[in-house]
């Protein structure tokens, strides 16, 4: 059953704005001489290299053997509109948030190069498999696409071939107790806002809320709601509908557990047709803002308002009822955002999505520690704001700001103590955390000065007890091979977004 979605409190297109990131041309690197195209060598794994013998060639001209014919043919299947191939389409098609690593892009351009030579726009869900099926039958690579808003070269097509863009199969399909369904195309903003005229909300969304239900589940792993529930792979998907690349190109249905080589993966496993999510019942939530002195964040008289800010942060995280997001940072930090009362860039802040309920506790935890509440604002406006603040925005805010900047996932409890000896491993190091029931993570940003050195330091912070994610890599880290074995079945000529999947 196909149902559209009625306006909630605040129209879907609203909260997109609240929420999503606005490219900045500055953060885009130049690409770098000769990188037109994809090399690398044939490794003796389908999906180990982004070379293959294909490429996008120089300038944009298609070199991939066959991509004539099935371009011809994709335009009978699609329509002549659904096959895109003029230049500005493919540089956008080509493209993500990769630019925010200094390693993959502007300076030691680690991530291979890599250009869409044609854009695919099929206009529903029940297209994709005989797109796919085309692309298996003209060896051609396939790399799909959400929103390109992923910020590790994800959704980039390193061997060229063609570029599958979802963002026209959006339908919400189906809503129930406790799930909805939508094609992959369709905005998790959206799925909000229909669950909301339903009585009930999403389990997590990305701090980008308008990011494809696709591309999350593909390509993301958490966000707002993940405090108690943790990241996508931890029963918020409920079913997959998934294309294989295979000649039939036959769509199956994976439940549970079974949907797990196919989230985070990039799409190497498959093409998530359509996707159930959890739901959970509506509350009442309010944007809670808070402010703790700062003075000595970096000295040595133990680092009083830091301790005091992770230790609300903390209380927060406890609430009962649980609060939807906790985040925190640093004047530094803060002083990028756009301004606005609630948000002093003098001072540490601490943020939270709390029920209505709970406010009074909220004011509590925070006045306890020494801090003060700068203001309270009901939903949509003061969680969104929130939530637009967490998770990796507040990189995109410093790095808009400020030129040379890098970026690492961090985590573990010895963040909430004395930052002095995290923050001596890099140079002009800043902070931002967030509360999970699990234990704080977060991001910590720093100057840049050569990869050598970034990886340097992750080993002296590993050292000094903090948990490290490399957000450096454009390939899948997460049930390796778990994916690498479903691949071998669902993809056996490595066409679906290779370079992304290493060999072992």
Same mark, same amino acid.
């Given at each position: ?263 985070? !993966? ?15 019942? !509506? ?38 009822? !649980? ?161 690498? !074995? ?19």
């Amino acid at each position: 059953m196909t149902v559209n979605p009625r306006p909630a409190t605040l129209s879907a297109s609203e909260i997109r704005r609240l929420t999503e990131l606005v490219p900045d041309e500055r953060l885009r690197p130049r690409p770098p001489a000769g990188a037109d195209g994809a090399d690398g060598g044939d490794d003796g794994d389908a999906h180990g290299g982004a070379g293959n013998g294909r490429g996008n060639g120089s300038g944009g001209r298609p070199t991939t053997p066959g991509i004539e014919e099935f371009c011809a043919e994709a335009t009978e299947l699609l329509g002549a509109g659904a096959v895109v191939r003029d230049d500005a389409a493919l540089t956008r098609a080509s493209r993500d948030w990769a630019h925010m690593s200094p390693i993959l892009t502007e300076r030691a351009a680690r991530l291979p190069a890599g250009r869409a030579e044609v854009v695919l726009r099929p206009a529903s869900h029940e297209r994709i498999a005989d797109v796919v099926a085309l692309a298996h039958r003209h060896r051609i690579p396939l790399t799909p696409r959400g929103k390109g808003t992923g910020n590790y070269g994800q959704a980039i097509p390193l061997a060229g071939g063609a570029v599958l863009d979802l963002g026209r199969c959006a339908r919400i399909l189906d809503a129930g107790d406790g799930w909805i369904r939508a094609e992959a195309g369709a905005r998790l903003s959206e799925l909000e806002a229909h669950a909301l005229t339903l009585g009930q909300e999403l389990w997590m969304y990305p701090s980008t809320f308008g990011t494809s239900i696709g591309g999350f589940v593909s390509g993301g792993s958490g966000g707002t709601g993940s405090l108690v529930h943790g990241t996508t792979a931890d029963g918020f998907v409920r079913e997959l509908t998934v294309v294989p690349c295979t000649a039939e190109a036959t769509p199956f249905t994976v439940r549970g557990a079974d949907a797990l080589p196919y989230i985070h !993966a990039y799409g190497t496993t498959g093409i998530i047709a359509t996707a159930t999510v959890s739901l959970q019942a !509506a509350r009442a939530w309010t944007g809670f803002f808070a402010a703790f002195p700062a003075d000595a964040v970096d000295d040595t008289r133990g680092a009083a308002g830091w301790r005091a800010a992770t230790a609300a942060l903390t209380g927060l995280v406890a609430l009962d009822p !649980a609060p939807r997001l906790v985040s925190l940072d640093e004047p530094a930090l803060v002083e990028t955002f756009a301004p606005d009362p609630a948000l002093d860039p003098t001072s540490i802040s601490v943020r939270a999505i709390v029920e209505e309920a709970a406010l009074p506790e909220a004011r509590a935890v925070v006045e306890r520690h020494g801090g003060r509440v700068l203001a309270t604002r009901p939903a949509p406006q003061g969680p969104g704001l929130v939530s637009s603040l967490s998770f990796n925005h507040p990189t995109y805010h410093l790095m808009k700001a400020r030129e040379g900047y890098f970026h690492l996932e961090i985590g573990g409890e010895v963040l909430l103590g004395d930052p002095a000896a995290v923050k001596a491993v890099y140079p002009d190091t800043v902070l931002h955390l967030e509360g999970m029931r699990s234990g704080p993570v977060g991001m910590l940003m720093a100057r840049y000065e050569d990869e050598a050195t970034v990886y340097d330091g992750i080993e002296s912070l590993e050292a000094l007890g903090v948990r490290v994610h490399d957000v450096h890599n454009w390939y899948v880290d997460r049930r390796v091979d778990l994916v690498r !074995a479903t691949a071998r079945t669902t993809d056996p000529l490595g066409l679906l977004n290779p370079g992304k999947l290493l060999p072992r």
